[in-house]
């Protein structure tokens, strides 16, 4: 009995501790120009919007999905190409102009990333 329970500790040790996410939103980081979709946007999304509950293809929270570039592009309010401050996206992450600050119940985007959200979508919000 008791190596069952020394077996079923070192299990849930792992699951707790083995199986963290590599990639943390922290960690992404954002240059100052030649803002990428692939390498920056949605790496951002995945982490922290694009999940069961928020902006995923299942629940589609204010029916947005922000699980790739298509989806993204469906709803025109959302991202004005070279206007980040008519976009949507931008106006819901760095403000609470329009409601609860994004994401909801999570900390907010960081400076960098937020600034790199903008870049982007001033630089043309292009499938890159």
Request: net charge negative; with cysteine; hydrophobic share 35%.
């Amino acid at each position: 009995m008791r190596g069952l329970m020394i077996v079923g500790l070192f299990v849930l040790f792992l699951f707790t501790f083995g199986c963290e996410d590599t990639v943390r939103p922290a960690d992404i980081v954002f240059p100052d120009v030649n803002v990428s979709y692939s390498q920056h946007v949605q790496p951002l999304f995945d982490q922290t919007c694009a999940f069961s509950g928020c902006h995923n293809d299942a629940t589609r929270a204010g029916n947005l999905s922000l699980t790739s570039y298509h989806n993204l592009t469906q709803r025109p309010d959302i991202v004005f190409p070279g206007n980040p401050e008519s976009s949507l996206l931008y106006i819901r992450i760095s403000s609470q102009q329009l409601g609860p600050q994004m994401p909801m119940n999570r900390p907010p985007l960081n400076r960098n990333q937020q600034q790199g959200i903008r870049t982007w979508i001033n630089e043309g919000a292009e499938n890159n």
